[in-house]
């Protein structure tokens, strides 16, 4: 995991309570990207940025919004937490033959 | 678009002994890069091999070789000699590009009997 740095680990909300999760990389590199993963469903692509200034929506992107905030930044925001969002969410770059990925959020949405 | 499919949702070894995890994918594309990712229960996201589409020898790495078979999509994990700290789950992952994003298949949960 070096390089990609996530917070927090692990989370609790309410439904309807909003958080943001932060993600930070100290590779120098362009894309970053959000994932969720589930049981039985694998990682799957919320959002991604393949550049400063950029996002694109991944697979299953309802329900969030990203901020690339500097080349170094990317955030998930949950503006009004579901139950159906309660996953492990990683944060990851992807260099030249190898993604790094963070050390994973719990998230709970009770 | 790109899927990745693992059709082993659970497989279970014998330490020591050799198992075979098994990945088929589904692309247009001509080039393109396949990982095994390993997650431990500490959740971290660990490299375990890679193939490049373009070389036909099969990637090696210690007792973790694999067998890609560009025709038929498939592209399968073998882990020989296979120890307890093997227990984990196994992703299978496909990149178009070199700095695309990585899809991934659901996973193999793998567990090493003593």
């Known amino acids: 995991n070096a390089g990609v740095t996530q917070t927090p680990k692990f989370q609790v909300l309410k439904t309807g309570q909003s958080m943001t999760l932060q993600c930070a990389q100290d590779m120098n590199h362009n894309s970053m990207y959000w994932y969720r993963q589930d049981p039985g469903m694998g990682l799957r692509l919320i959002y991604y940025?393949?550049?400063?200034?950029?996002?694109d929506k991944g697979e299953v992107p309802n329900g969030y919004n990203v901020s690339r905030l500097n080349k170094r930044e990317f955030s998930l925001r949950l503006e009004s937490a579901a139950p159906s969002q309660t996953s492990v969410y990683f944060c990851?770059?992807?260099?030249?033959?190898?993604?790094?990925f963070g050390q994973g959020t719990r998230l709970t949405v009770v | 678009a790109q899927t990745v499919t693992q059709s082993q949702p659970e497989m279970s070894v014998q330490e020591a002994e050799t198992v075979t995890l098994s990945c088929t994918y589904d692309t247009s594309e001509n080039n393109y890069y396949l990982f095994w990712y390993k997650q431990p229960p500490s959740r971290q996201m660990i490299l375990v091999i890679r193939q490049e589409a373009y070389k036909q020898q099969n990637a090696t790495e210690n007792r973790f070789s694999v067998n890609f078979q560009k025709a038929a999509k498939s592209f399968s994990l073998k882990i020989s000699d296979s120890q307890l700290g093997d227990t984990a789950m196994y992703f299978c992952a496909f990149m178009r590009t070199s700095y695309d994003k990585v899809i991934f298949g659901p996973g193999t949960s793998l567990s090493v009997i003593p």
């Open positions: 990851a770059i992807a260099q030249v033959l190898e993604a790094f």
């Open positions: 940025s393949a550049s400063e200034g950029t996002t």
